[in-house]
C-alpha cells in the first residue's frame, strides 16, 4: 500500500519549496516509493481529526497502513529505514548519516529558524535591526564550521545519504537570505541536493499544487 502525506492546500511559500511536506516528498522519491497527497487547510489542520495524525496540528503527517507519523525528520528517518538507497549499510556509516540527520536539525536549523521569526515575526520591533546582524552571525558560524568538514567533498559522509537531504532541506531555507552565497561550498553542495533528479521530482509535485490552486482570473 502506498502511504499518504499531508501538504498545505494552499503553501504560504508560493510553490518554492520550502514547507516541510518538501523533503518527505524527496526521500519518497529517493527511494522509489509512489505516494499519495492529502492537502490540507489551514482550518481543517487544526480540527480533531488532523489532530489524532498530528498533535499540533501541522503538515507533513505520514500514513501507511495503521502506521501514523508526523515530524518530517522522523518521517524521513522511516522511508530511510525502510527503503535501499538514503542509509548506508555498514552499521558505523549508518550511524553517522543518521548522526547528520540531527545535526541538520538539532544545530544548524536553530539560528535558521530564529532569522525565519525575526524577519517574519519581529520586523516591526524597535529592537529588530540592532538583532539581525547577531542571529546572521549565529547562521554564519554554524555554515563555517560546516563548510570546514565538508570541504572539496560532494555530500557530508562518503555517499549521498539521508543526512545529506535533510541538511540540504535545512539549508535551503537559508536562499532568501544570501547567506549561502557567502560559503561557495555550502552553496554548491545545496545546488548539488536540488540537482538530484529525486529532487526535482519532488519540487514539481508540490510546485504543481501552488500552480493549481492559482486563480488565473487573479494572475491577469
Ligand atoms: N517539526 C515539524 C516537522 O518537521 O514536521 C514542524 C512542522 C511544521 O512547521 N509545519 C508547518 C505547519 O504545518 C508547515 S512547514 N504550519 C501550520 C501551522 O503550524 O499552523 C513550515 C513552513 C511554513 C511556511 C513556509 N514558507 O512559507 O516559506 C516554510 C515552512
Redesign the pocket.
Known amino acids: 500500500m502506498n502511504p499518504t502525506i499531508t501538504a498545505?492546500e494552499q503553501?504560504?511559500?508560493r510553490g518554492i519549496g520550502?514547507?516541510?511536506d518538501m523533503p518527505v516528498r524527496w526521500a519518497l522519491e529517493e527511494a522509489g516509493q509512489p505516494y499519495n497527497v492529502r492537502l490540507v487547510s489551514?482550518s481543517a489542520?487544526k480540527e480533531p481529526a488532523h489532530r489524532a495524525l498530528h498533535p499540533f496540528?501541522?503538515?507533513?503527517t505520514y500514513e501507511e497502513g495503521d502506521l501514523a507519523l508526523?515530524?518530517?525528520?522522523s518521517i524521513i528517518f522511516h522511508i530511510a529505514e525502510r527503503n535501499a538507497g538514503l542509509l548506508p549499510t555498514d552499521a558505523n556509516a549508518r550511524a553517522r548519516a543518521i548522526t547528520w540527520m540531527f545535526a541538520a536539525l538539532s544545530t544548524i536549523e536553530p539560528p535558521i529558524l530564529e532569522l525565519q521569526t525575526a524577519m517574519i515575526l519581529e520586523r516591526d520591533e524597535p529592537w529588530h535591526k540592532q538583532r539581525l546582524p547577531l542571529v546572521h552571525d549565529r547562521i554564519r558560524g554554524r555554515l563555517a564550521d560546516l563548510s570546514q568538514r565538508l570541504g572539496g567533498a560532494d555530500w557530508l559522509d562518503g555517499a549521498f545519504s539521508a543526512g545529506d537531504l535533510q541538511m540540504v532541506s535545512v539549508l535551503r531555507r537559508l536562499r532568501r537570505s544570501g547567506l549561502l552565497d557567502e560559503v561557495p561550498n555550502i552553496s554548491a553542495y545545496v545546488a548539488r541536493g536540488e540537482a538530484r533528479p529525486a529532487f526535482k521530482r519532488a519540487f514539481a509535485a508540490q510546485l504543481a499544487v501552488f500552480t493549481a490552486t492559482q486563480d488565473p482570473a487573479a494572475a491577469q
Open positions: 498545505f503553501s504560504p511559500d520550502l514547507a516541510r489551514f489542520m496540528g501541522q503538515i507533513p508526523f515530524e518530517s525528520g
